[in-house]
Each structure stands twice: as structure tokens, then as C-alpha cells.
């Protein structure tokens, strides 16, 4: 439970948490998330006209048609959200040096505005940050600055040198995850005590798969709306019931519901919360 998890970390059992991340710890900030049916993202694309939902996201389609990202793309530039709580209690993670890494599939940057020091954090599937042009033989670097002057003037950012497009370094359907995220991977989940993962639907890979990388022993918690990533056969996956027998039961611990309300929960029982509300 949320409590005897509080209660091992009180009693310093567990001191190298890693953070798995999704689009559910930031829908209270108002952005949407991907999947949920009526208001994620890919149930509201129909004024795109795309030929189904994940193109927007997908490296083949875009360079046919890179109009309907770059109008997402203005839609939810980072600089005009604020963190919710759940971000703020990963921040508190990491002010109490318990925060190994978060891992976030998120692109809107709200850990780092949260206050995260952002070597504690690995953005999976990038960021805005650095945008380079999408010609292989080119591959130039374009400055943050003019790449969100283009985007938010509604252009079509294109290189100078060779004229393809300009894309912000997020990861696309058909590309490879930022090198960051395998050079840490391995190291961290050997590492790591305990494992909490938010608002994600675990069904992008290769992030998905993390869930399984940490040892046998380490305790892992979900705070979801709904129950995801379970296992379908033994150690691939979460086992909350204990299908798989008694000691996967004593491990994986689920939260259902909202994350920022877990979250001060979660904060209450680790006497955090005065803390918690002041950041
Ligand atoms: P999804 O939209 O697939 O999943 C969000 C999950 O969070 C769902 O299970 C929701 O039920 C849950 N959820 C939403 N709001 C919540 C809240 N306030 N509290 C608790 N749970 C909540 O988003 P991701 O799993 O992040 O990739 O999607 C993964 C990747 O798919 C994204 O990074 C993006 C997308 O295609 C790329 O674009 C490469
Ligand atoms: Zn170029």
C-alpha cells in the first residue's frame, strides 16, 4: 500500500527511487493526455484529417505533411503551463536526495519548471530543447529561439542549408529514443529500491518495458486512473493479485485514481506535506 511503502521509506529501506512517467501527471495542468477515450489527444484530431491518430507523431508522415504538428506543436509549446502537484512531489523526491532518475515519455518540461535538477531527469521521448533538420546528410542544429519563433508565428521552420524541415528533438513513431536514455537505463534500474509509476498507459515501447528491468526484490507502485501494464505471463509486467504467486504480491502495489491526489496522500504519510504545499 501507499502507507507501508511511506513506512519503508521513513525507515530508510529505500533511498534510489526511480520515476516512471506519463501524459497523466500533467492533464491537471491542462494539457491533454494521449489515450483517454473523449479527451486525450488522439480522440480530438479530426480537424487534422490525418490517417489515423499516431501520425501526427509519426517520422514518414511528417515529412509528407508537417502542418498538423506544427500546429500541435504551437498549441502545447512549453513556457505557458505550471506543474501540478505531482510533478512538485517528484521535485520533493529529489529535495530529500531519494530521486535516482525520472524517467518522463513527457515533452512539456513541467519537472524541470517543478524545480527537478535536470541531470536527475531523462526526457524518453526528448524535448524542445535542441531541434536539428530531418535530411540525414544534413542534420543541422537550430537554435530553440528561431525554431519557436517560427512555430508560434505559425511557420514551417526549414533548414537553410538544404531546405528540409526543422523538427524540435522529439522522439517520433519511426525514430530511435535520445542516447541519454539508453546510457543510464541499465545502471539506474540495477540500482534503484523502488519504482513508481504515474499516469501512463504503458503502451509505447520501449519505454513500457522498463517496468520489468528493476530486480526481483524492488517494491513498484502504480497511481493510475486505470490498471496498466499488468502481466500476461510471469515477470513481464506488473502482478498486483498475485497471479503469478505470493512473492509478486508483496510487491507491486496500485493506486487507482488521480495522481496528484495520490500523491498528497503519499506526502501526508511521509509527514512531507507542509513542505510539499510550500514549493
Ligand atoms: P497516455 O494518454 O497513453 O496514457 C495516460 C494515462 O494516464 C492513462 O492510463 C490515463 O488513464 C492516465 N491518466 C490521465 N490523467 C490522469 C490523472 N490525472 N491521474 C492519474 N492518471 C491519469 O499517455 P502516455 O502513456 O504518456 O509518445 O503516452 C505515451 C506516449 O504515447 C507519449 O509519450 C507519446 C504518445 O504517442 C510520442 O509521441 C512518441
Ligand atoms: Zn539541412
Not at 526481483?216 to 502482478?239: C, H, M, Q, T, Y
Not at 512473492?247 to 487507482?256: E, G, I, Q, T
Request: with cysteine; charged share 25%; net charge negative.
Amino acid at each position: 500500500t501507499l502507507d507501508s511503502i511511506a513506512d519503508m521509506i521513513k525507515a530508510g529501506f529505500v533511498k534510489k527511487i526511480i520515476v516512471m512517467a506519463g501524459a497523466g501527471i500533467s492533464t491537471s495542468a491542462g494539457i491533454p493526455d494521449f489515450r483517454s477515450p473523449g479527451t486525450g489527444l488522439y480522440a480530438n484530431l479530426r480537424e487534422y484529417k490525418l490517417p489515423y491518430p499516431e501520425a501526427i507523431f509519426t517520422i514518414d508522415y511528417f515529412r509528407k505533411n508537417p502542418k498538423p504538428f506544427y500546429v500541435l506543436a504551437k498549441e502545447l509549446y512549453p513556457g505557458q503551463f505550471v506543474p501540478t502537484l505531482s510533478h512538485f512531489f517528484v521535485s520533493m523526491l529529489a529535495k530529500k536526495g531519494l530521486l535516482l532518475r525520472h524517467y518522463t515519455q513527457n515533452i512539456d518540461c513541467l519537472e524541470r519548471a517543478a524545480g527537478v535538477d535536470s541531470d536527475l531527469i531523462v526526457e524518453a521521448h526528448g524535448s524542445f530543447h535542441e531541434s536539428h533538420c530531418i535530411s540525414d546528410q544534413c542534420r543541422k542544429e537550430y537554435a530553440q529561439d528561431w525554431v519557436k519563433e517560427q512555430i508560434l508565428n505559425d511557420k514551417i521552420p526549414r533548414c537553410g542549408v538544404c531546405k528540409s524541415l526543422v523538427k524540435p528533438d522529439i522522439t517520433f513513431f519511426g525514430e530511435g529514443l535520445p542516447s541519454r536514455f539508453f546510457e543510464l537505463l541499465e545502471e539506474d534500474f540495477d540500482a534503484c529500491d523502488l519504482l513508481i509509476v504515474m499516469g501512463t498507459s504503458l503502451q509505447v515501447q520501449p519505454f513500457a518495458s522498463l517496468t520489468s528491468k528493476v530486480r526481483d526484490s524492488v517494491p513498484r507502485l502504480l497511481i493510475n486512473r486505470e490498471r496498466v501494464g499488468e502481466a500476461k505471463i510471469r515477470s513481464l509486467g506488473f502482478d498486483f493479485d498475485g497471479r503469478f504467486g505470493r512473492k509478486a504480491l508483496h510487491r507491486d502495489a496500485l493506486v487507482l485514481g488521480d495522481c496528484d491526489e495520490a500523491c498528497l496522500r503519499f506526502s501526508d504519510s511521509l509527514g512531507w506535506t507542509d513542505e510539499l504545499v510550500k514549493l
